[in-house]
């Protein structure tokens, strides 16, 4: 028996409890468990739009580029805009902190809050639990655990059709079917000011008639 309920964020939906609310939810009822974001996003939006035609096409799209150079922060929102093509939820698997590649899977599970009282094998409760269901998984930091994500989102994907995966990583899954995009740092603002230009030529102006210079410098 595998039960569906977030543990985590506000915007969670239990699903043991998705039945009952049926009648009273908002019809565009967010389910997953993305964190609310804190600060607001600078830029980006080129890449966000690629990052949900790449989403809306295939089934296993990576953001890789160097550390911190926002490939989470631009998953992130990706994924949230992402959300109401998927009735089954986005959710967050954030892996950054997982030492054990084994234990990808309950990682998987417990973002997914699932709670599976028997001994099957994890990857057997995921695929169980995934089949049938319309729902993107955001991986979260995968560069440590390269081959293990990679492994593990093979498995998934060819036994759960509704599924798709955002995965972040300093390196590519090299997954048959991934699409990578590459995320580059933001642009460095220009912040001359539009007189800077006005003042150039009033100094080119003085130094050629060093008369004026004292006035004009
Ligand atoms: N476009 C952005 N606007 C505002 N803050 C950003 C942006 N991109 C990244 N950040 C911030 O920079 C830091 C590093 O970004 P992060 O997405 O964690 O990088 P990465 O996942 O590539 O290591 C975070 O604090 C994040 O909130
Ligand atoms: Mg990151």
């Not at 028996?1 to 009822?29: I, K």
């Not at 234990?103 to 809050?113: F, K, N, P, S, V």
């Given at each position: 028996?595998?039960?569906?309920?977030?543990?985590?964020?506000?915007?969670?939906v239990?699903?043991?409890?998705?039945?009952?609310?049926?009648?009273?939810?908002?019809?565009?009822r967010r389910v997953g468990?993305?964190?609310?974001?804190?600060?607001?996003?600078?830029?980006?939006?080129?890449?966000?739009?690629?990052?949900?035609?790449?989403?809306?096409?295939?089934?296993?799209?990576?953001?890789?580029?160097?550390?911190?150079?926002?490939?989470?922060?631009?998953?992130?929102?990706?994924?949230?805009?992402?959300?109401?093509?998927?009735?089954d939820g986005?959710?967050?698997?954030?892996?950054?902190?997982?030492?054990?590649?084994?234990?990808?899977?309950?990682?998987?599970?417990?973002?997914?809050?699932?709670?599976?009282?028997?001994?099957?094998?994890?990857?057997?409760?995921?695929?169980?639990?995934?089949?049938?269901?319309?729902?993107?998984?955001?991986?979260?930091?995968?560069?440590?655990?390269?081959?293990?994500?990679?492994?593990?989102?093979?498995?998934?994907?060819?036994?759960?059709?509704?599924?798709?995966?955002?995965?972040?990583?300093?390196?590519?899954?090299?997954?048959?079917?991934?699409?990578?995009?590459?995320?580059?740092?933001?642009?460095?603002?220009?912040?001359?000011?539009?007189?800077?230009?006005?003042?150039?030529?009033?100094?080119?102006?003085?130094?050629?008639?060093?008369?004026?210079?004292?006035?004009?410098?």
């Amino acid at each position: 028996m595998v039960t569906g309920c977030s543990r985590f964020g506000e915007n969670a939906v239990p699903e043991t409890l998705g039945w009952l609310r049926g009648t009273v939810a908002a019809p565009h009822r967010r389910v997953g468990n993305l964190p609310a974001e804190t600060t607001s996003l600078v830029g980006r939006r080129g890449e966000l739009a690629r990052v949900r035609r790449l989403c809306a096409r295939y089934r296993l799209v990576t953001l890789t580029g160097v550390g911190g150079v926002g490939k989470s922060r631009l998953a992130l929102r990706a994924a949230a805009q992402l959300r109401a093509q998927f009735p089954d939820g986005v959710w967050l698997v954030q892996l950054s902190a997982l030492q054990h590649g084994a234990l990808l899977g309950h990682a998987i599970a417990g973002a997914l809050g699932l709670a599976d009282p028997t001994l099957r094998p994890m990857g057997e409760v995921l695929t169980d639990y995934l089949a049938g269901r319309r729902l993107l998984l955001v991986l979260d930091t995968c560069e440590h655990l390269v081959e293990e994500c990679a492994e593990t989102a093979e498995m998934l994907l060819e036994a759960a059709v509704g599924l798709r995966i955002l995965a972040t990583s300093r390196q590519s899954l090299d997954v048959p079917g991934e699409r990578v995009l590459v995320v580059g740092p933001l642009p460095v603002q220009n912040r001359r000011p539009p007189w800077a230009g006005v003042m150039t030529r009033w100094r080119c102006f003085a130094i050629a008639r060093p008369r004026w210079s004292p006035v004009l410098r």
